[in-house]
């Protein structure tokens, strides 16, 4: 049996539907709901191609084999390569992936490496990380991109707190009778 402990366990359909959520905060930091994207799925159509119910099932994991269709939906809704959200650890790599859909030259360089020895290639990673220091770029690209700043910070307003359910039970009492 191989030795898996240092290869990292491939991302589900849920985790990649996560990251891409995150990625798309609007401005005040909020990440579009399961009803957006389901709409979204539907643009320039009369209804969206997925219900509400479909994208929270795929969202929670409850649902994790989608049809193709369902992926493609989802890819253009999220604005996101399809390939992204297919399952398998070759397919994690949103930051390649979304290069190698949006950049025709990028496809010819990896068509060009086909036949070419490690070495070669080897070669070409170092030329490659050094074009990116020569344009002030770090030399490593992360797999999922970080979401943009302060998206993860907490938003100002109110903190929430729990209510007890003596609490709870006044407040629906007030609601009840009009108060």
């Known amino acids: 049996m191989a030795d898996t402990a240092d290869r990292p366990q491939p991302l589900s359909l849920s985790a990649k539907l996560l990251a891409l959520l995150r990625l798309r905060r609007d401005p005040d930091g909020f990440t579009p709901s399961a009803k957006d994207v389901a709409h979204a799925t539907g643009a320039g159509q009369r209804k969206p191609r997925l219900s509400h119910g479909q994208v ?3 969202l929670n994991g409850t649902s994790s084999n989608p049809t193709s269709s369902t992926i493609a939906a989802l890819a253009q809704a999220l604005d996101a390569p399809a390939a992204f959200l297919l399952p398998g650890r070759e397919w994690d790599d949103l930051a390649a992936l979304t290069v190698f859909v949006e950049r025709p030259e990028v496809r010819e360089v990896i068509r060009l490496m086909q036949g070419l020895e490690v070495q070669v290639i080897d070669e070409i990673m170092t030329m490659l990380r050094e074009s990116r220091r020569r344009a002030g770029l770090p030399e490593d690209v992360p797999a999922i991109p970080p979401p943009p700043p ?25 609601y009840l009778e009009g108060r």
């Open 56 to 58: 929270t099932s795929l």
């Open 150 to 174: 302060g998206v993860d910070q907490p938003r100002e307003g109110r903190p929430r707190r729990r209510l007890s359910l003596e609490e709870a039970a006044e407040r629906a009492a007030d």
